[in-house]
């Protein structure tokens, strides 16, 4: 079993939708990051959490760590939004590793 | 703002060639990593680096790997002998501590012929 779990796999949504990606983690954490992977390659860090919300523009990051879950929700979407989104934890149960989610693969249709 | 760099952007490679992927963390701070991506699969960790010796390491980052911080500024991965699996994306990270937020490279595309 993945030690982080992100869902869905694949997301198709037109411009302006309010978009909700998740991610489910079974190991103990420090905190969690989410990251944006654009088609050239490079990864941009979006948010580092540990408890509650964080917001920057039009996303929205939350966690809850008693349910081991997190959020990533991205209001008024646009095409530029279109990107892979990837979750990855700091492990504490193994010497504080960043261990990584497969990714969500997200299309904002104009 | 600040932001690490990696160079080359693209490496070609015959299999049996020794790499040297060079990383420029941001200047002040102490923990660096190597992470890898072969195409289509997840992002995967290496190694982290802190106080000039490996902090961890996962089981990729067998004998044919190493890691140096060769001057204050440089962070290097090196592939002794490449294999064709070798061939992925090789991005460097950096973060003032181990808790913090981790700052990503660019990344440099290895291929292995």
């Known amino acids: 079993k993945n030690e982080v779990e992100q869902s869905p796999q694949n997301l198709t949504a037109q411009e302006g939708e309010f978009i909700t990606i998740n991610c489910s983690y079974s190991?103990?954490?420090?905190?969690l990051h989410w990251l944006q992977q654009h088609p050239g390659g490079g990864i941009v860090s979006l948010f580092m959490?540990?408890?509650?919300?964080k917001k920057h523009g039009r996303l929205i990051a939350t966690i809850n760590i008693q349910e081991k879950h997190s959020s990533l929700h991205i209001t008024a979407s646009h095409p530029r939004d279109s990107a892979v989104y990837i979750c990855?934890?700091?492990?504490?149960?193994?010497?504080?590793?960043?261990?990584w989610g497969a990714g969500t693969k997200l299309i904002i249709k104009p | 703002e600040p932001e690490v760099t990696q160079t080359p952007s693209h490496q070609v490679t015959q299999m049996g060639q020794e790499v040297i992927l060079r990383c420029v963390p941001i200047?002040?701070?102490?923990?660096f990593y190597w992470y890898r991506q072969i195409l289509g699969q997840k992002v995967e960790f290496l190694v982290s680096?802190?106080?000039?010796?490996?902090?961890?390491k996962s089981e990729i980052f067998d004998d044919q790997f190493s890691v140096e911080r060769p001057d204050g500024s440089n962070f290097t991965l090196k592939i002794r002998s490449t294999k064709l699996e070798d061939s992925a994306m090789y991005f460097c990270?950096?973060?003032?501590?181990?808790?913090?937020?981790?700052?990503f490279g660019p990344g440099t595309r290895l291929t292995v012929l």
């Open positions: 990855a934890v700091i492990n504490m149960d193994s010497n504080y590793q960043l261990i």
């Open positions: 959490l540990s408890s509650g919300k």
């Open positions: 680096f802190y106080n000039n010796e490996i902090s961890e």
């Open positions: 990270a950096s973060s003032r501590g181990y808790y913090n937020e981790q700052f």
């Open positions: 200047s002040n701070h102490l923990y």
């Open positions: 190991v103990g954490i420090s905190a």
